[in-house]
Nanobody, 114 residues
Framework: QVQLVESGGGLVQPGGSLRLSCAVS????????MGWYRQAQGKQRELVAT???????IYADSVKGRFTISRDNAKNTVYLQMNSLKPEDTAVYYC????????WGQGTQVTVSS
């Protein structure tokens, strides 16, 4: 069965950085396009960054230039480097593929506050 385990969140001041990790098991990870999503309290889950199997990336306008998605196929892990964090980045962050979603992991809480 597929498992997605996110980690790396925490409390950070505005302007700070965090690196999120998502360990994926149960699939041939390297062939799938993957995304990082976030869900702020009271809002719908949104896709913020995508990495395709070949390594190309796409970002939501709200995070472009600040976030970097990457993957390590040898470790079955996808990362999200988040820089210049803003209070509006506060959310629970999840990884998953782009459609026909796997069961969602528990996510990792990111709180940006002074």
């Amino acid at each position: 069965q597929v498992q997605l385990v996110e980690s790396g969140g925490g409390l950070v001041q505005p302007g700070g950085s965090l690196r999120l990790s998502c360990a994926v098991s149960g699939i041939i990870f390297s062939i799938y396009h993957m995304g990082w999503y976030r869900q702020a309290q009271g809002k719908q889950r949104e896709l913020v960054a995508t990495i395709i199997s070949s390594g190309g990336t796409i970002y939501a306008d709200s995070v472009k230039g600040r976030f970097t998605i990457s993957r390590d196929n040898a470790k079955n892990t996808v990362y999200l480097q988040m820089n210049s964090l803003k209070p509006e980045d506060t959310a629970v962050y999840y990884c998953n593929r782009l459609s026909s979603f796997y069961p969602w992991g528990q996510g990792t809480q990111v709180t940006v506050s002074s």
